[in-house]
């Protein structure tokens, strides 16, 4: 019987069957599968050496006969030339189920978790589950340079550059590790471009401008948090994660615990009269034991809150040449040295360990130079009152 709807129209499941075969007489292979309840199915038929293959093409209500044949030709054409299209069915439904976001959940789990410090694990899977996610239900081997490279440019606009080169990085280890695992051919972010280039920065905020950021400051999370950071030559993250079980008023200290230092490290920092206030102007939100932010983590936003610091910065009529809230940081130290405080003071307060600090010996210099860090911040607090003093001097003359 060749298989062609009117003929199609007239077969029926003979009684206690529960399946009928049925092939087309023109098309070896060619056949439809008739099956209790009414469903009928479109099959092509074939054999891989002593093995027996059948590929569903679609039902009769989605295919024509003649649509159904044509597929089922292709399909045998692929066996005479060697192929096993049942397997490619099977790879192709595979690989489809290896997704951007499965892939990255056993990454981070599998890999990046038990080698990264916590803070760095936390910024690697944000930027996999939050800048990612939304290419998360594509296949891994479906994703090309050019969709990254789109990816990457929504990213740099929603949230700044520097934000887009952090999300790139973290893609392009996933898919290294992917590729030794055998989960990716290629790595589809190598080509794309940065959306700024990063190079070693020297850029020291000079009084002015240190004075500027300090009054464009606003009495919310992030002007607290950048004039915590004027004050103490803290990172941001640490300033931005910032724990109320952290802070000891009475002891007027701040104490980074081990898992929120870059250098695996527990850290003090004394805490001058002005951070203190800072902190004590800070609201208290129920059930929350994080200073900043209001989310799942601490502060977030930075690139949009930012920009709007220095959009009143300018709309002040101050100028300040191009910074970055890290260049605060540089800038704490370069001014304290300027003051006079020693460099191994300074190293104490910015939590860097050298050579003469490792080991026993960074334990015993950790309580040698609590004293004199905590002079060192109260004086650099005074400088930069006065600072901000003169600057609003000027400003009423």
Same mark, same amino acid.
């Given at each position: 019987?060749?298989?062609?709807?009117?003929?199609?129209?007239?077969?029926?499941?003979?009684?206690?069957?529960?399946?009928?075969?049925?092939?087309?007489?023109?098309?070896?292979?060619?056949?439809?599968?008739?099956?209790?309840?009414?469903?009928?199915?479109?099959?092509?038929?074939?054999?891989?050496?002593?093995?027996?293959?059948?590929?569903?093409?679609?039902?009769?209500?989605?295919?024509?006969? *003649?649509?159904?044949?044509?597929?089922?030709?292709?399909?045998?054409?692929?066996?005479?030339?060697?192929?096993?299209?049942?397997?490619?069915?099977?790879?192709?439904?595979?690989?489809?189920?290896?997704?951007?976001?499965?892939?990255?959940?056993?990454?981070?789990?599998?890999?990046?978790?038990?080698?990264?410090?916590?803070?760095?694990?936390?910024?690697?899977?944000?930027?996999?589950?939050?800048?990612?996610?939304?290419?998360?239900?594509?296949?891994?081997?479906?994703?090309?340079?050019?969709?990254? $490279?789109?990816?990457?440019?929504?990213?740099?606009?929603?949230?700044?550059?520097?934000?887009?080169?952090?999300?790139?990085?973290?893609?392009?280890?996933?898919?290294?590790?992917?590729?030794?695992?055998?989960?990716?051919?290629?790595?589809?972010?190598?080509?794309?471009?940065?959306?700024?280039?990063?190079?070693?920065?020297?850029?020291?905020?000079?009084?002015?401008?240190?004075?500027?950021?300090?009054?464009?400051?606003?009495? *919310?999370?992030?002007?607290?948090?950048?004039?915590?950071?004027?004050?103490?030559?803290?990172?941001?993250?640490?300033?931005?994660?910032?724990?109320?079980?952290?802070?000891?008023?009475?002891?007027?200290?701040?104490?980074?615990?081990?898992?929120?230092?870059?250098?695996?490290?527990?850290?003090?920092?004394?805490?001058?009269?002005?951070?203190?206030?800072?902190?004590?102007?800070?609201?208290?939100?129920?059930?929350?034991?994080?200073?900043?932010?209001?989310?799942?983590?601490?502060?977030?936003?930075?690139?949009?809150?930012? $920009?709007?610091? *220095?959009?009143?910065?300018?709309?002040?009529?101050?100028?300040?040449?191009?910074?970055?809230?890290?260049?605060?940081?540089?800038?704490?130290?370069?001014?304290?040295?300027?003051?006079?405080?020693?460099?191994?003071?300074?190293?104490?307060?910015?939590?860097?360990?050298?050579?003469?600090?490792?080991?026993? +010996?960074?334990?015993?210099?950790?309580?040698?130079?609590?004293?004199?860090?905590?002079?060192?911040?109260?004086?650099?607090?005074?400088?930069?009152? +006065?600072?901000?003093?003169?600057?609003?001097?000027?400003? *009423?003359?």
């Amino acid at each position: 019987m060749r298989l062609t709807k009117p003929n199609v129209a007239r077969l029926t499941l003979p009684p206690g069957k529960s399946e009928l075969l049925v092939f087309d007489d023109a098309l070896p292979g060619f056949g439809l599968r008739i099956r209790a309840g009414g469903k009928r199915t479109w099959i092509a038929q074939y054999r891989v050496g002593s093995k027996q293959r059948r590929v569903s093409l679609g039902t009769v209500e989605a295919l024509n006969a *003649d649509k159904a044949r044509e597929a089922a030709r292709g399909i045998l054409a692929k066996v005479q030339l060697g192929g096993d299209p049942q397997t490619e069915k099977a790879e192709s439904r595979a690989r489809a189920a290896v997704t951007l976001g499965s892939v990255a959940k056993r990454y981070l789990e599998e890999h990046a978790k038990p080698k990264l410090k916590p803070r760095s694990y936390e910024e690697i899977e944000r930027h996999l589950t939050h800048h990612w996610a939304a290419m998360g239900e594509l296949p891994l081997h479906q994703i090309k340079r050019g969709t990254v $490279a789109v990816r990457l440019s929504e990213i740099a606009r929603e949230r700044g550059p520097f934000a887009s080169n952090r999300a790139r990085a973290s893609l392009s280890a996933l898919f290294t590790w992917a590729m030794g695992e055998g989960l990716a051919e290629t790595n589809p972010v190598v080509g794309t471009n940065k959306a700024a280039d990063e190079i070693s920065r020297d850029h020291v905020l000079k009084d002015q401008e240190l004075a500027a950021i300090w009054k464009a400051c606003r009495d *919310d999370d992030h002007g607290r948090i950048v004039r915590l950071l004027l004050l103490t030559g803290q990172r941001r993250a640490e300033v931005g994660a910032l724990g109320w079980s952290e802070i000891d008023e009475a002891q007027a200290l701040w104490t980074i615990p081990r898992e929120r230092t870059k250098n695996g490290l527990p850290h003090d920092v004394p805490l001058s009269d002005a951070a203190l206030d800072i902190l004590r102007d800070a609201p208290r939100r129920d059930g929350r034991g994080l200073v900043f932010g209001d989310g799942a983590g601490g502060f977030q936003g930075w690139s949009k809150a930012k $920009a709007a610091l *220095d959009k009143r910065i300018i709309e002040a009529g101050k100028k300040v040449r191009p910074w970055r809230l890290h260049d605060i940081r540089r800038t704490v130290a370069t001014r304290l040295g300027e003051l006079g405080i020693l460099p191994h003071v300074i190293e104490a307060i910015l939590n860097h360990v050298s050579g003469h600090k490792a080991g026993v +010996a960074g334990v015993y210099n950790r309580a040698t130079y609590a004293k004199e860090k905590r002079q060192a911040l109260a004086h650099w607090a005074a400088h930069v009152a +006065a600072l901000v003093k003169d600057e609003s001097s000027r400003s *009423d003359a």
